[in-house]
């Protein structure tokens, strides 16, 4: 719930700054270079989809890329595919598969992950409800500067 403001606030932000659209030989290089397996190109890729900033938004090609960095150890791609997970964008909502790619990238220092596993933990969405866990998440999240967690 409060995770997917912080992805919409994400994206109203880029969409606000503005991004023009790629030139084609730009974007089919930087395809070229997920497609080869390059993590920070595929991440890339999946925030452009994401948002719309140089291509058409698809929230499916967006999930697919992310899920593609997540699973060579992109932390934010990690934290973006729970969200995904988490809004029912791209994939069917599911709270339990967020907690668990939020929980891969918190355990690995991601503040955004670690508040946003702090809010799964606060409402019982996906696990148990336990504010314990819940405090504990937001107070990491908080020590590295995520203003979110102190409120």
Known sequence: VVAIT????????????????LAQPDLEDLRRRADEGYVRAQYNLALMYDTGQGVPEDNTEAVRWYRKAADQGNVRAQNNLGVMYDAG???????????RWYRMAAEQGDASAQYNLGVMFDTGEGVPEDDTAAVRWYREAGEQGDVRALH
């Open 6 to 21: 912080y992805h919409m606030v994400l994206i109203l932000v880029l969409a606000t700054l503005g991004t023009p659209l």
């Open 89 to 99: 964008e791209g994939v069917p909502e599911d709270n339990t598969e967020a907690v």
